[in-house]
T-cell receptor, first 119, second 111 residues
Framework: DGGITQSPKYLFRKEGQNVTLSCEQN?????MYWYRQDPGQGLRLIYYSQIVNDFQKGDIAEGYSVSREKKESFPLTVTSAQKNPTAFYLC??????????????????FGAGTRLSVL | GNSVTQMEGPVTLSEEAFLTINCTYT??????LFWYVQYPGEGLQLLLK?????DKGSNKGFEATYRKETTSFHLEKGSVQVSDSAVYFCALFRGYQKVTFGIGTKLQVIP
């Protein structure tokens, strides 16, 4: 079955530690995204990547880093610079619509999420 | 800038009741509009969508109509079930793969 796999489901971070959240997709999608979900705030975009070896900052990129070395994988590192990392993190992917232009609707498919807490 | 407004809830209904979750938006141009659903402990799933004014999206008994004159995309269902209990997100697609989400409305359906 095609889909998006996020791991681990739960993650705990110690003070000053960097942690990496995994996101893998087998949908053959070019574009991938990371969102942060907090109560009362909906989803906020952290980083996105439209193609391998390229990524862009979203609305709340500070304290996070990403890489996109393979089409299938888009790991997110929560660095020690992120002072309030406790949240539910969601990864998504979509086609990138570049061939059809910006009016193409590229539905985003989501993983099951990783819940990050601070010890 | 672009924004989506919806009530946080929770909305509590009895089984078989009629559901309306309001969603209004602010956007430049002509965005596409979505409703996503998130069941407990899971990611988001696309529930329905509409790409232009007066379009009606529908799925699993849920419906929403894209109203440009009132900038709204309210979600409705005629008879809710306990299994519909979830968080519902209204969202708009603002081009170049960027989606703006509302804060999510929690729905609780009691038997």
């Amino acid at each position: 079955d095609g889909g998006i796999t996020q791991s681990p489901k739960y993650l705990f971070r110690k003070e000053g530690q960097n942690v990496t959240l995994s996101c893998e997709q087998n949908l053959n999608h070019d574009a991938m995204y990371w969102y942060r979900q907090d109560p009362g705030q909906g989803l906020r975009l952290i980083y996105y990547s439209q193609i391998v070896n390229d990524f862009q900052k979203g609305d709340i990129a500070e304290g996070y880093s990403v890489s996109r070395e393979k089409k299938e994988s888009f790991p997110l590192t929560v660095t020690s610079a992120q002072k309030n990392p406790t949240a539910f993190y969601l990864c998504a992917s979509s086609t990138n619509g570049l061939a059809g232009g910006p009016n193409i609707l590229d539905i985003q498919y989501f993983g099951a999420g990783t819940r990050l807490s601070v010890l | 800038g672009n924004s989506v407004t919806q009530m946080e809830g929770p909305v509590t209904l009895s089984e078989e009741a009629f559901l309306t979750i309001n969603c209004t938006y602010t956007a430049t141009g002509y965005p596409s509009l979505f409703w996503y659903v998130q069941y407990p402990g899971e990611g988001l799933q696309l529930l329905l969508k509409a790409t232009k004014a007066d379009d009606k999206g529908s799925n699993k008994g849920f419906e929403a109509t894209y109203r440009k004159e009132t900038t709204s995309f309210h979600l409705e269902k005629g008879s809710v079930q306990v299994s519909d209990s979830a968080v519902y997100f209204c969202a708009l697609f603002r081009g170049y793969q960027k989606v703006t989400f509302g804060i999510g409305t929690k729905l609780q359906v009691i038997p």
